[in-house]
């Protein structure tokens, strides 16, 4: 089994579709000081979902996760 073959994850439904789009693609970071670095885009959507759960209250319930 590869990469290719799993299911999607769910939690991807929270990530904002401007964001998913970057996935994967390289981008320009600027720090304070007018460094700059080439770095990768790399999307953690159970993080995202997580944020969404604690936002619904979804860890209150003793019973759940």
Avoid: K
């Avoid at 720090?31 to 619904?56: C, F, K, M, N, Y």
């Amino acid at each position: 089994m590869t990469a290719l073959d799993l299911p999607d994850d769910p939690d991807l439904d929270d990530v904002p579709p401007d964001l998913a789009a970057l996935d994967g693609q390289p981008v320009t970071l600027t720090d304070a000081d007018g460094t700059t670095t080439t770095s990768t885009v790399v999307i953690v959507p159970g993080l995202w979902g997580h944020t969404r759960r604690l936002r619904e209250g979804f860890y209150d319930d003793p019973g759940a996760a």
